[in-house]
């Protein structure tokens, strides 16, 4: 975690063991802990004024410019007061707010790590199963495959590892809260573009794609550019690039066909391996 976020972290826990051993205490405080020499000071905030009416909330120009040589009226001014020396019950109180804080920035931090991934391809290890619920392992967080984004074919022992799409991320109190997939048509895709060069590259595009999870997917490809053959690119030498996204999805059939801008031809290429003896189209 950042420096800066560890730094907050205990002078906000520091604060709260003062206020522990100072009841009195008022409410316009701050602790801060100098990271050269380790030096914890309490300050009290007081704001700039011509003529003071609160001495614990008010401080004049000429002082406030003691501490602050650019400061003006209405500015908020930090006066050190003293160090701390806190009691036992204090620390200890300090000690479970710095944990608080530290635990609440690294769910922040595997919050943003995750949300920038959402329609992505993650990897994770089944690590149990609670309910009808798959718990999976994501190495940083844990994460939920509901029972509506689970193939019916598929076993989810604890110990194996898949490919799942990450489907929504969500932040909570208990941190974030990411549900995978692996029903969605788009995990197909994701799979195509990480065994394909020519899909990640842009050079062969994934027009369609229709899926009965389990049964079979059918994927509609078209080059863009001449003499490209986008079939075979996606199906590789022997068939290699394809058979290793069917052990991905665990034999589910894939057909590969050819997307044609014409309707009529489009339908008959999308019901290969079938052969068409002709279309007939109902405008």
Known sequence: MPREVVLRALESALLSA?????LQAPSNLEVRV???????????????????????????????????????????????????????????TAKQVVLQRLREAERGAVYDEYVGKEA?????????????????????????????????????????????????????????????????RNLVRRLLEMEVPEIHQGVVEVKAVAREPGQ????????????VD????????????????VNELRGEKIDVVLWHPNMAGFVGSSLSPAQVTRVDLDE
């Open 34 to 92: 100098n990271p050269e020499t380790g030096e914890i000071v309490v300050h009290y905030l007081k704001t700039a004024a011509e003529a003071v009416t609160s001495p614990t909330e008010q401080i004049t120009l000429a002082e406030a410019r003691k501490h602050r040589p650019d400061a003006t009226l209405g500015d908020i001014i930090a006066v050190p007061s003293h160090s701390i020396a806190a009691g036992r019950i204090a620390a200890q």
């Open 120 to 184: 992505e391809l993650v990897s994770g290890v089944v690590q149990r199963v609670d309910g009808r619920n798959v718990i999976v392992d994501l190495s940083r967080v844990e994460a939920v495959l509901p029972p509506s984004e689970q193939v019916p074919s598929e076993q989810y022992r604890p110990g194996t590892r898949f490919k799942f799409y990450l489907l929504e991320v969500q932040r909570s109190a208990r941190g974030p809260q990411i549900v995978l997939s692996r029903t969605h």
């Open 18 to 22: 003062y206020k522990k051993d100072n």
């Open 216 to 227: 079979r997917t059918k994927v509609a490809v078209a080059a863009r550019q001449d003499g």
């Open 230 to 245: 986008p079939v075979g690119c996606c199906v590789g030498l022997r068939g290699l690039r394809i058979q290793n996204i």
